[in-house]
């Protein structure tokens, strides 16, 4: 049950460690493209607000230029519309680097996460490997048990037949055995025989 837990939670770490990395690149990416389009929005910026001060200065300028002031503030203007233009894709480039950079940090929390589920995979790995211990001790334990109670029983046989083949001996024995009682010979000699 651990072992199928612990290479599920493998396979989840293998897959989120190529999420993470997925995600890590784009996020690099995402900020390079923030930082370029940031750049280029003060740039526009900057520009918008040269034209408008120039359309600004070519409305004061008026009366006898007013025929080349309205040409001028024409182009003026258009050239204004596609800067507001440009700056509005930016923006929304910069939104979207932004997005990006959201991403990153959920990156950088899925790389926590991972962290925290590497640390789990190692305890349940250091859990598994004690209860395997544990498992091989008891079984040990239990072997020798049943080894000595094996042993014990063996003897307990050896004992009760040692008792009943004494107790057959004995008496056995008793059957065979006879007293006599017998006087003690004494021979006298009387005529010179030895």
Do not use: Y
């Not at 190529?18 to 526009?44: F, M, S, V, Y």
């Not at 008026?62 to 182009?75: C, L, N, P, S, V």
């Not at 490997?129 to 239990?142: C, I, Q």
């Amino acid at each position: 049950e651990l072992e199928k837990q612990h290479e599920q939670v493998l396979a989840s770490l293998q897959s989120s460690r190529a999420d993470a990395k997925k995600a890590a690149a784009e996020a690099q990416e995402a900020r390079g493209r923030a930082e370029r389009a940031e750049r280029e929005a003060k740039d526009l910026t900057g520009k918008v607000g040269a034209l408008e001060k120039r359309l600004a200065d070519a409305e004061a300028l008026g009366g006898a230029q007013a025929k080349d002031g309205e040409k001028f503030a024409q182009r003026l203007t258009q050239e204004n519309s596609t800067l507001r233009d440009e700056l509005a894709a930016l923006k929304a480039s910069l939104e979207e680097a932004r997005g990006h950079a959201a991403a990153a940090a959920e990156v950088n929390s899925m790389k926590l996460a991972l962290a925290e589920a590497r640390s789990d995979v190692k305890a349940s790995a250091e859990k598994l490997r004690l209860l395997r211990e544990e498992k091989a001790a008891a079984l040990k334990a239990l072997e020798e048990e049943r080894s000595a109670k094996a042993e014990g029983l063996r003897l307990s046989e050896d004992r009760a037949k040692f008792k009943e083949d004494a107790r057959k001996a004995l008496e056995e024995a008793n059957r065979h055995i006879r007293l006599m009682v017998t006087a003690p010979k004494v021979a006298i000699n009387l005529g010179g025989h030895d």
